[in-house]
């Protein structure tokens, strides 16, 4: 899997370029510790390009998300396809994220003062 990394009005998207398996997973995380121990705590996930993802790429989710949040972060998703939404949904992790249609719209949501501009 390759992770591209960009920075958009001090947000970190990380864009997943293929699907979700173990070794993805973990890249994942250690890409997200990578942004932390950078000083980046406001982190969007874009899946646009994920039609799969397996159980250990859920409970990673789950736990990043928990890690951010310990550091007054966030981890949001972007770009989740039906068939991701409806796995988060089994899983009961879809409560846990918020989720936007695009990582332009899940930028904007850590600024939602800018969004109303």
């Known amino acids: 899997m390759t992770v591209r990394t960009s ?9 997943l ?3 979700m398996d173990m070794e993805e997973a973990v890249e994942v995380k250690n890409c997200i510790a990578a942004q932390v121990d950078g000083g980046h705590c406001q982190i969007v996930l874009d899946f646009s390009r994920v039609s799969h993802i397996n159980i250990t ?13 310990t550091m007054a972060g966030d981890l949001r998703l972007a770009g989740v396809s039906a068939g991701l939404q409806h796995v988060f949904e089994l899983t009961l992790i879809r409560s846990m994220f918020r989720i936007y249609a695009t990582a332009g719209e899940a930028v904007q949501s850590y600024h939602p003062c800018m969004a109303a501009a």
């Open 57 to 69: 790429g859920i409970g990673i989710l789950a736990e990043r998300l928990r890690f951010l949040r």
């Open 17 to 19: 370029c293929s699907d």
């Open 7 to 15: 920075q958009q009005s001090g947000v970190i998207v990380l864009t």
